[in-house]
């Protein structure tokens, strides 16, 4: 699974090591040695990243690095892939929270997402340098996790407007539209311009967005911003309508 934004792991500032190892929590340590690890992936890659680049971008030993993480180099990248993913769901829950209907919910999301990607310098490097460390994990049933742990963490933020197997739909096509820009962009496409998103998802998603869950049990048309969907039922009407009168006329 790719790691979301470098600028959201920041550890203590670091320490003077002259009168010995540097007395630290447990967290704070890890946090410094993810961002040590970062930095270092940001400017070389994985590949040559040693864990004695690691120490010294956290300003550790060798030592303190094993301690903390017992497994060597594997359990640090292990960490940062970890920490990084939370820090991008983190993210994009705040800003898909906030949102008041399937439209916006959908514009925050798609466009949170992107700027995350797009914006993380250890990411970027491993895409110009080393991709198939990324695209690998963007293959076949690898793909299929990705969308299923995405899908899980952000069908609830559409459920408070759609159904469960709707929103299950919409996510998953969300995510699909995302990944599909991010590793094949598009000129006049970028989805980090929430206003290209909005009419992305006007003209693409809104459209089959189907109905709207409310407490009583009945079913309506989600709200969305700009009447998007009401737009198109009512091209979906005419449309018809000349439909049936040329069926009359004939």
Same mark, same amino acid.
């Given at each position: 699974?790719?790691?979301?934004? =470098?600028?959201?792991?920041?550890?203590? &500032?670091?320490?003077?090591?002259?009168?010995?190892?540097?007395? *630290?929590?447990?967290?704070? $340590?890890?946090?410094?040695?993810?961002?040590?690890? @970062?930095?270092?992936?940001?400017? !070389?890659?994985?590949? %040559?990243?040693?864990?004695?680049?690691?120490?010294?971008?956290?300003?550790?030993?060798?030592?303190?690095?094993?301690?903390?993480?017992?497994?060597? %180099?594997?359990?640090?990248?292990?960490?940062?892939?970890?920490?990084?993913?939370?820090?991008?769901?983190?993210? /994009?829950? =705040?800003?898909?929270? *906030?949102?008041?209907?399937? #439209?916006?919910?959908?514009? *925050?999301?798609?466009?949170?997402?992107?700027?995350?990607?797009?914006?993380?310098?250890?990411?970027?490097? @491993? /895409?110009?340098?080393?991709?198939?460390?990324?695209?690998? !994990?963007?293959?076949?049933?690898?793909?299929? !996790?990705?969308? $299923?742990?995405?899908? *899980?963490?952000?069908?609830?933020?559409? &459920?408070?407007?759609?159904?469960?197997? #709707?929103?299950?739909?919409?996510?998953?096509? +969300? $995510?699909?539209?995302?990944?599909?820009?991010? @590793?094949?962009? +598009?000129?006049?496409?970028? =989805?980090?311009?929430?206003?290209?998103?909005?009419?992305?998802?006007? =003209?693409?998603?809104?459209?089959?967005?189907?109905?709207?869950?409310?407490?009583?049990?009945?079913?309506?048309?989600?709200?969305?911003?700009?009447?998007?969907?009401?737009?198109?039922?009512?091209? @979906? !009407?005419?449309?018809? +309508?000349?439909?049936?009168? %040329?069926?009359? $006329?004939?």
């Amino acid at each position: 699974m790719s790691v979301a934004p =470098l600028e959201l792991v920041r550890g203590p &500032g670091a320490a003077d090591l002259s009168g010995g190892e540097p007395a *630290a929590s447990a967290t704070g $340590a890890r946090m410094r040695v993810v961002d040590g690890a @970062l930095s270092c992936i940001a400017r !070389q890659g994985v590949a %040559k990243t040693t864990l004695d680049d690691v120490a010294r971008a956290a300003r550790y030993s060798r030592a303190t690095v094993y301690r903390v993480f017992p497994g060597g %180099k594997d359990a640090v990248l292990g960490a940062v892939v970890d920490t990084e993913v939370s820090s991008f769901f983190s993210a /994009l829950a =705040l800003r898909m929270g *906030a949102a008041t209907d399937v #439209e916006d919910v959908l514009v *925050a999301g798609m466009t949170e997402a992107a700027t995350r990607v797009t914006e993380h310098r250890a990411l970027r490097y @491993l /895409l110009e340098h080393e991709p198939e460390l990324v695209l690998s !994990q963007l293959a076949f049933a690898r793909m299929d !996790q990705v969308l $299923a742990v995405t899908c *899980a963490f952000t069908t609830p933020f559409l &459920g408070r407007w759609l159904d469960q197997a #709707e929103a299950r739909r919409v996510a998953e096509w +969300a $995510a699909r539209i995302v990944v599909s820009y991010l @590793l094949c962009p +598009a000129d006049g496409v970028d =989805l980090t311009d929430a206003r290209q998103v909005r009419r992305l998802v006007r =003209l693409f998603v809104l459209p089959g967005v189907h109905a709207l869950r409310v407490p009583e049990g009945g079913m309506r048309r989600a709200p969305v911003a700009g009447g998007s969907v009401r737009r198109a039922d009512r091209s @979906l !009407q005419s449309s018809r +309508a000349r439909l049936t009168t %040329k069926g009359e $006329a004939s």
